[in-house]
């Protein structure tokens, strides 16, 4: 059997600049020293950004790496408003998403309270069918940008499988995000539990 070959998309959240102690760029950065192709594009005015423009700019980055011929299927990992954007303005792709790894969404309310995204808080959010059962949340107990806590919000009612590590806040630079072991490794073996990490 010939060995499939993923590529990965890491799509950021809002006023993120990519910065190089956040665990995307460093979990960017370690897998293309594996060798493995990654976008990790800087989404449009990420200050003050339009859905029409982060969803554009994901579908670009999905037809990079499919162009390449070199990947057979590709990783969405989605960290913060991405999670809605993913949710609510999933671009189509001929390029198979294989799994998608939803981290630490605002929630609908906390967004819709902020005039630069509540775009994204009004988008219809549902997992898309093609992403069904190839689709996990990661979220922490004490996320100040979701208070009510993600399993909550979008857990059951979207039927996720969630995992929630105590503790971690918004998953930032702030709360020690930072270096992720086991999501790397995830990323090399799904089998993989995602933990918190320093555990």
Known sequence: MTARHSGFLLLHGWQNERPPEHWQHLTARALRDRGVLVEYPQLPS????????????????????????????V????HSLSVLLWLG?????PVEI???????????????????????????LAVSPIDAGRTTLVASDDDPFNPDGAESSFGRPLSLPTIVLPG???????????EWPSLLEWCADPATRIRSREA
């Open 46 to 73: 990420p200050h003050s950004p339009f859905v029409s423009e982060w969803s554009a700019s994901v579908l670009d980055a999905l037809g990079r790496l499919h162009d390449t011929d070199r990947v057979d299927d």
């Open 75 to 78: 990783v969405v990992i989605a």
């Open 89 to 93: 303005a999933r671009p189509d792709s």
């Open 98 to 124: 294989s799994r998608v790894l939803l981290v630490a969404p605002p929630s609908v309310e906390v967004a819709a309270g902020f005039a630069e995204i509540a775009a994204f808080a009004a988008l219809p």
């Open 168 to 178: 971690q806040g918004h998953f930032t630079p702030d709360s020690g995000y930072g």
